[in-house]
């Protein structure tokens, strides 16, 4: 490989973003692999093979095959790259070699080969029915006066080298486009030849430095995450923005309703009074003084010993009864039988004296809710 940079030829179509690098760039070789191993350190010890440079020195990727024995590899002296060209690789989000669209052929393809000829390049890709790689690719340089003369260079060598005869030779003159790089990967075709290179293929094309580009990956994913999170703030900034507006919404409508509230105080403060009278005028019917009902019942009880003195009402459901008897133990009688009355609650005794053999008390009678003497009407 020389060591000197040459001017780049004429670039082939390209969707933006994706760089192309010519393939007279670069060597190309076919190697057989250990199935079920890293296919990396094996192309890296077959680079090291095919010249005096080690892989820190090049740009260089691989394809593997769908099966895993094999691998086609290409390699460029990184003098041989224009800093200008390669100035433009950093942001891109895939660098390829324009023959990439050789490495993802859907079958096998029969024995023979391939001349693609694009502004600046006319590149052999070479197929020998083994695979879906092809046997090795060859490229060269051409000006509009060196054409046939390289062309015919060209094949003489690939008959040299692979034993493939030029008259199997097919023309392609179709320039390279590629489509949209998306989830699914990137599209290349040449006329009706197409390929798809999915992620994981185009990360092993890369030509670019791989310790460069694992950090580009670190940083895209770094950016992405940061993008991520900005998005998420804003989004979460924009739904603060929703719900402050619809306290301020709210706001005004409760200060609204409370305006209201207050031209209605008067009416309110009326219609709560009124309220509060009815509740009172209730509650006063329901405790009604019933001492005629409530002297019936205490006087059904009484024993023939006991007499009344004096009656008096403690309240709605109370009732006191100043009584005296010439029996000891007929106090004791009345209560007991007070207990057993209807509507009775509790029964007190209390406030004993004895004079002249007559034994003077109070009785304090307390009666249940709702209680409605005999033959009244609660």
Known sequence: MPASPRPSPEPTNRSPGVVLVPASRFIVRRISLVAGQDPLPQVELALETIGPFTPG????????????????????????????????????????????????????????????????????????????????LMAREITPATREAVRHDLLQEVHRRFGVAAVAARTLQEPIV????????????????????????????????????????????????????????????????????????????????????????????????????????????????????MLAVLNGARPAAVEFVRASTGGPRQMEIEAQSGSASAPQEYENALRQAPGVEGVELRDFRTTGGRTSFLVAVTFKPGFVGQGGAR
């Open 57 to 136: 020195q090049l740009y260089y990727g691989y394809r593997v095959s769908r099966d895993g024995t094999a691998a086609v590899f290409y390699a460029a002296y990184r003098k041989n790259i224009p800093a200008a060209d390669t100035a433009a690789w950093t942001a891109a989000p895939s660098v390829l070699p324009d023959f990439a669209v050789w490495l993802g052929q859907a079958a096998a393809v029969p024995a023979g080969i391939w001349l693609h000829e694009s502004p600046g390049t006319l590149s052999a890709i070479v197929w020998d029915g083994a695979g879906e790689l092809p046997a090795g």
């Open 178 to 293: 590629t489509g949209p790089l998306g989830k699914e990967g990137l599209g290349l075709s040449v006329g009706a030849q197409s390929a798809l290179l999915a992620p994981a293929q185009l990360r092993t094309m890369d030509v670019r430095d791989k310790v460069e580009l694992m950090a580009q990956r670190g940083r895209h994913k770094r950016d992405r995450i940061l993008w991520l999170a900005f998005a998420s703030a804003v989004v979460g900034l924009a739904a603060c923005v929703v719900v402050e507006a619809g306290l301020q919404v709210s706001n005004l409508l409760v200060a609204r309703q409370r305006r209201g509230l207050e031209a209605n105080a008067t009416a309110v403060e009326q219609i709560k009074q009124a309220n509060q009278l009815a509740v009172r005028m209730e509650s006063l019917a329901s405790q009604s003084l019933r001492p005629f009902e």
